[in-house]
């Protein structure tokens, strides 16, 4: 008897065990995150934000018969919104038929008067360009709402990644080309002149597959990863042209939300630019 009542109560225990973890159950899919809300929250939060800071990294290897050529380079950015400025700084390596040449960049992008003005170094060389609209450094951060409805339909990892040591939301799929290079620049789509490809029209119709992380605590944009590697070697194949893409990788590390003082050119550069 004495067993038969200690047999019937951890049945109901493990009966209420399971109702519990039932409920918990249910109560945590009411909350599981999707991609389109992870991607609506990341796009406002960083609308709101008025400095944040970025490295961006480009890899870039094309192999013919004869030849071969590629491009490295890492910049470190930091962008504010009030007033609207940017600085970066890297290092650019070009490789062609066994050759490299390197170079340390460093720009900066202010408002003087009415004009952006832009300021660059490339092999310790200071120059200055005027322009009435402002040219763009790094990324667009307006990118995330514009980009919104292709980044919504994104299929959710169920794992979870660390990106700066802190826990991310990893989704992934595909974006049309257009939105990447308002978001990257021209340039950089087109590798800096490297890759000899067609007319823009052509590009921005390729479906560029991308990896996208958020900060699980901030619900900010943490990591972007562009691989364009087996778009361009499709292109060039449909081109009949000899060029094999051994890599297109460009990622983008977001990090220092709200923590960018102002920026300010240095005096030495303004009078090195002159």
């Known amino acids: 008897m004495k067993q038969n009542r200690k047999k019937k109560h951890i049945a109901s225990v493990l009966c209420m065990i399971v109702l519990l973890c039932t409920g918990v159950t249910v109560l945590t899919g009411c909350r599981q995150e999707t991609s ?3 991607v609506d929250s990341a796009a406002k939060n960083m609308e709101k934000e008025e400095s944040f800071a970025n490295t961006v990294k480009l890899d870039i290897g094309v192999e013919t018969v004869v030849d071969s050529r590629g491009i490295s380079m890492e910049m470190d950015m930091e962008s504010t919104a009030r007033p609207k ?51 763009q450094i790094g990324v667009n951060e307006s990118f995330f709402q514009s980009a919104k409805e292709h980044m919504e339909e994104f299929h959710l ?42 007319d823009m029209e052509t590009i921005e119709n390729m479906e560029i597959p991308v990896t996208f992380d958020v900060y699980k605590k901030e619900m900010l944009p943490a990591r972007m990863i562009v691989d364009m590697k087996e778009a361009v070697d499709g292109l060039y194949d449909s081109y009949g042209q000899g060029e094999n893409v051994k890599d297109f990788t460009i990622e983008l590390v977001f990090r220092k939300y709200g923590e960018i003082e102002k920026i300010q050119v240095p005096v030495e550069v303004k009078e090195a630019a002159e």
């Open 36 to 38: 389109k809300k992870l």
């Open 157 to 198: 990892s169920g794992e979870t990644v660390e990106v700066e040591g802190q826990e991310c939301y990893q989704m992934y799929g595909n974006i049309p080309c257009k939105e990447l290079t308002d978001f990257l620049g021209k340039e950089m789509i087109y590798a800096f002149g490297l890759l000899e490809l067609p």
């Open 85 to 135: 400025a940017g600085h970066a700084k890297g290092t650019a390596k070009v490789h062609v038929k066994g050759a490299e040449v390197a170079s340390d960049i460093e720009i900066y992008q202010v408002t003087e008067g009415e004009k952006h003005v832009t300021y660059s170094s490339i092999y310790g060389e200071w120059m200055k360009e005027e322009a009435d609209t402002s040219a």
